[in-house]
């Protein structure tokens, strides 16, 4: 009986993780949207929603603690519940983020658009795609999918350098677009900041279900 109630406990942190998981998505999705199509609402609904993304980390953090205290997981279910808690810190920074993004986006809604904005855009949707997928590599116990999280990471990093570089441009030939260029690098660090997050994830994934940390070494082998 104890297990069963233990399983049902378990069961209840893989929901609320992917509950959180499903909020912080669509809070990057329209932080990227009011960046993209000048909306100032998705914006502030975006800073407003940030303090439920919080109160859910509280959440998870004590459900982890409690089962550890009480339960004394072994193995496997030790795995979960310390990679949930991590998990639901790096949602939660996902999360911080995209407040970031809808706040500068926010300063340059007056502005005329520069054109990387458009390597931005093909940023975040790898981004929001990596954090997606990671998620349902958690759900799958998909270590293959995970892995393949992190392969995406590094293509993250190259449209980054490229919008810096195009970004930098424009800003040696026209000091008028200083303002507006040093916004855009701004959101493509935190798009960036995304990816590294997602990836933190399905590192957790490949850890939960291999018991392999492929931190810092991402060949995995």
């Known amino acids: 009986m104890e297990r069963h ?15 959180m998981g499903s909020l912080i998505e669509a809070q990057t999705h329209k932080a990227l949207v009011s960046l993209l199509e000048r909306r100032a609402e998705l914006a502030r609904a975006v800073i407003e929603g940030d303090a ?24 496997t279910d030790l795995r979960l519940i310390t990679s949930a808690m991590k998990m639901g ?9 995209a407040v970031n993004i809808a706040e500068t986006a926010l300063r340059l809604q007056e502005t005329p658009p520069l054109r990387p904005v458009i390597d931005i855009a093909e940023m975040s949707e790898l981004a929001q795609k990596m954090t997606r997928d990671a998620l349902d590599a958690f759900v799958r116990r998909d270590a293959a999918l995970a892995r393949d999280v992190l392969l995406r990471d590094d293509r993250v990093d190259h449209l980054k350098d490229t919008v810096f570089r195009v970004l930098l441009t424009h800003m040696m030939a026209d000091p008028g677009t200083i303002e507006r260029a040093l916004g855009l690098i701004l959101i493509s660090r935190n798009i ?3 990816a590294d997050h997602a990836t933190n994830i399905a590192e957790d994934v490949i850890f939960l279900v291999e018991g392999k940390d492929v931190r810092h070494h991402h060949s995995g082998e």
């Open 52 to 75: 439920a993304v919080n109160l859910l980390q509280m959440e998870i953090d004590d459900r982890c603690l409690k089962m550890l205290a009480l339960q004394q997981p072994m193995a």
């Open 192 to 194: 960036e900041r995304i």
């Open 5 to 19: 109630h233990f399983e049902g406990d378990l069961d209840t942190l893989k929901h609320r993780l992917l509950h």
């Open 89 to 97: 810190a790096d949602l939660e920074r996902i999360g911080d983020q």
